[in-house]
């Protein structure tokens, strides 16, 4: 039998604005509670299911064959392509998960909170969106070390401290101040310095070890209280970023500063095990593509965007089939 230490599952989050239901609860909540129509707390093109979990799926059968268990977290509602009869996947319904008085809940955020509390959740495990996707073949090594998660994060020269960050993030959607909400309670926490260096999350397949992400809820569960009623993003909602810096600073987990290959390299074709985001808006996805098929990046995000329109979005979801033609066991 398997050691239960060594088993690693995979968590996503998913939810499809297509389905007719899901966008009445929707839109009955965000007239009750909000009355806002900012894209970035609402967003139909938030929300849109351009089948991209489809193709993460078959990219993690391919070069991850070694996942335990695939959870997909939705509010009853399931991929209609989904094979359920299949023994490495579960959906989890958020009632599974989260008190009854904050659902329907709209803020990935506040669901993200919960995610320790699956059911039979290996003690590590993964966690990424749907856009996320795995380009070449990865072991437990790329996501853990002796044991403890690998925290991929990125300093940016424009906010690179937190005193820089607070000015900046002033004008920022409410996603980017959860960010910056995140690093002010881990800064007070340790006594760090308003100087210190500022991490944004690099956008990837997290990794986490469920004892420390619990054993940070309950030490920071005054700070984190305020929040968890936001069924929608909120300008006080905290980033998941939390229990990754968290278990960093509290020395159970292997920080890893991650930069976007410079234009020399990609020139010079100079890197290998690249990884990077790529975010498909309209302007830049021909490109992005075209080096995503030279440099086949080990890991990469495809993001769709506030403002991709929707012929980009089939354009996007031609690629994918390009990249991931062959069906999984995850598939119908």
């Keep these: 039998m398997e050691n239960e230490n060594n088993k690693i599952d995979m968590v996503y989050l998913w939810c499809d604005s297509n389905d007719k239901e899901f966008r009445e609860r929707k839109n009955s909540f965000l007239t009750a509670d909000y009355n806002i129509k900012d894209e970035e707390v609402s967003g139909i093109k938030r929300f849109f299911d351009n089948e991209e979990l489809r193709y993460s799926l078959r990219s993690l059968e391919k070069y991850a064959p070694w996942i335990n268990h695939v959870y997909i977290v939705t509010d009853r509602q399931c991929p209609h392509w989904l094979n359920t009869a299949y023994e490495k996947v579960s959906i989890i319904d958020h009632s599974l998960i989260m008190p009854q008085e ?21 003690e590590r495990f993964l966690y990424a969106n749907d856009d996320f996707f795995l380009g070449r073949t990865v072991r437990s090594s790329d996501f853990f070390e002796d044991g403890m998660p690998i925290v991929r994060v990125k300093v940016m020269n424009k906010y690179k401290t937190l005193k820089k960050a607070k000015k900046v993030f002033l004008e920022y959607a ?74 960093v600073y509290s020395g159970n987990a292997v920080l890893k500063i991650v930069s976007d290959p410079k234009p020399w390299r990609k020139a010079l074709n100079f890197f290998k095990n690249v990884e990077w985001e790529s975010y498909m808006d309209n302007d830049d996805s021909d490109k992005l593509q075209e080096e995503i098929l030279k440099f086949k990046p080990k890991f990469f995000c495809i993001n769709s965007g506030n403002t991709c329109s929707k012929e980009r979005k089939i354009k996007i979801k031609n690629f994918l089939e390009c990249l991931f033609p062959a069906p999984s066991k995850f598939e119908l």
Excluded: M
């Design 174 to 247: 409410p996603s980017d101040k959860a960010v910056l909400n995140a690093a002010e309670i881990l800064f007070k926490e340790y006594g760090k310095d308003e100087n210190d260096l500022f991490y944004v999350s690099h956008h990837n397949i997290d990794s986490y070890n469920k004892t420390a992400w619990l054993e940070t809820s309950k030490k920071l569960a005054e700070s984190l209280k305020l929040f968890l009623g936001n069924r929608f993003r909120s300008d006080n909602d905290v980033q998941r970023i939390l229990f990754s810096l968290d278990a």
């Design 102 to 122: 904050i659902i329907p809940c709209f803020n990935s955020n506040v669901i993200e909170y919960f995610l320790p509390k699956i059911p039979a959740l290996s």
